[in-house]
């Protein structure tokens, strides 16, 4: 059963800006406000790296790669978390997923791609 489900991506040039969302299944309603949030990406022939993540509490954090250009959020209302990524590069082309867990639960999405045109 899905349990997170990312639409959003798809194909946009070097310099332009796109936002993923995650967003939880009706299953998981009740907990996601406690989750841990993160988004990886996956480049091909490469190994999946982490991006940024958010508390439930809303800290957040990011990869060097990324500060500055990409900003996580979440929204516990709407049971969504997003990946506002503005400055696109032609290196940020990768599968983004999404994860969620607490003790005792992990959850992932089953990816979106993502195409930066140079």
């Known amino acids: 059963q899905v349990r997170l489900m990312e639409p959003g991506g798809g194909l946009v040039q070097a310099g332009g800006s796109l936002r993923l969302s995650c967003a939880a299944s009706?299953?998981?309603?009740?907990?996601?406000?406690?989750?841990?949030m993160e988004w990886y990406r996956q480049a091909p022939g490469k190994q999946r790296d982490l991006v940024a993540t958010i508390t439930s509490g809303g800290t957040t954090n990011y990869a060097d790669s990324v500060k500055g250009r990409f900003t996580i959020s979440r929204d516990n209302a709407k049971n969504t978390m997003y990946l506002q990524m503005n400055s696109l590069k032609p290196e940020d082309t990768a599968v983004y997923y999404c994860?969620?867990?607490?003790?005792?639960?992990?959850?992932w999405g089953q990816g979106t791609q993502v195409t930066v045109s140079s």
């Open positions: 009706r299953s998981i309603f009740s907990i996601f406000t406690i989750l841990h």
């Open positions: 994860r969620g867990y607490k003790v005792g639960n992990d959850y």
